[in-house]
């Protein structure tokens, strides 16, 4: 095998070579020899050829693979992105503010403004005060009575009307509430006055289909006639 | 990611093909992957499966080794040119093979014939007349039957790595032991043939 190679790869002198060849016509031995190596050659490089193939094929595959992975992943990072700018668009461009229209909003005044009265000197007398008084004192059904019961002899007092409704909005009792803004709101001969928006209150906290929808009317209303409460407006 | 890697020039491809070794095999790796992309372009243009446009590509990849390693490709075209013509021939190739479903008839024989080539016109018909067709495919099956380590070293062979080369990742002192075990593995693999008039065994 050696020698074949030696012949084969030129590294004969002349003289060995040319032994080489006349050997190779008289001796079967050798030209079997040399048909085996060149045949086991044609094989070796077949074979490896074959390997080399599939090791290539291979790493198409594993290539492939990674490029569709790759477009997967820039895909749902293209998504990611435009999903995180329009959240953070939408996020920007929301008031934090509570809503002026919101229930929530009127149950936070309430408790903030309305969980004791205050009354104003000259307003009305020993009634008007008894009542605040017993409003102060957490007693809610006495308070009405007595507002109700002034409200019948002067019906016409502001204060007593104002009151009457704050005391039935506290009580839960909204359409009288409701109904005792209103007439305070629909009055023009005050100077300041609260009707509007204390009814607004009362209907976002009555809650109703329609109710939003009304409040949120008188609201811009006193917002724009500039009304008593216009300041908590948020519109 | 595929994304990242780095892709070699052709001539850095070039060069570290024939610097043969494991640089060689790193090389011949980078020229697959850098024109990896015209197998979509063949799977269009020759309307064939991605599997067949993949093996043509393949194909056409280790005709361009060869021919780099053998110096036939001289550079005078640009690589991916001479890769896009072998390409486009394997990717008609497998048509071909895919309408008639059988290979050219004669291709071993011319593979023998050249194999002759280099043996002065007598001794070409002696030893032609002992070349059986089918022969190879004979050895190849024998060749999966040796020992890992012999069977490693004959494929480097066949793949063209010289004595020097197989020394240094086979673990062998020198070329000329590394020549010594190649030559006695060859001596196991006629062993292993069965007996046959034809060997004179």
Known sequence: MDQIENYIN???SA???ADFEQALKTDPALAEAVAFY??????????ARARRKAELDQLGTQMSRARQRTTFYTYATAASVILCLGLGYWLLTQD???KAQDKAWATTYIEKNFSTLTTKMGSGGDSIQIGISAYNTGNLEKSQAIFNDLL????LNAEVQKYSGIVSLRRGDYDQA???FHRLGTRTDLMSNPGKFYEALALLQQNLPLNKSKAENLLKEVKAAKLEGWKEVEY | MFLFKKTLKDDEILRGIQAGGTQRRLCENKLYEKYYYLIREAQFKHKISNDDAQSAYSDAILSVIDHVLSKRFEGRSELKTYLYQIFTNKCVDQIRKNTTNKAAPHQNSVALDDALAWLPDEAQSVVGKLMIEGEVERLRERLRLLGDKCREMILAWGEGYTDDEIA????????AVAKTSRLRCLEKLREKL?????WGN
Request: charged share 20%; hydrophobic share 25%; aromatic share 2%.
């Open chain 1, 178 to 180: 409701i109904k005792h």
């Open chain 1, 152 to 155: 019948q002899r002067d019906s």
């Open chain 2, 194 to 198: 069965p007996p046959d008039p034809q």
């Open chain 2, 168 to 175: 240094q990742t086979m673990g062998y002192n020198t070329a």
């Open chain 1, 38 to 47: 060149v045949q086991a050659q044609q094989a070796a490089q077949a074979e």
């Open chain 1, 96 to 98: 934090p503010r509570p």
């Open chain 1, 10 to 12: 030129n590294t004969l």
């Open chain 1, 15 to 17: 003289a060995e070579r």
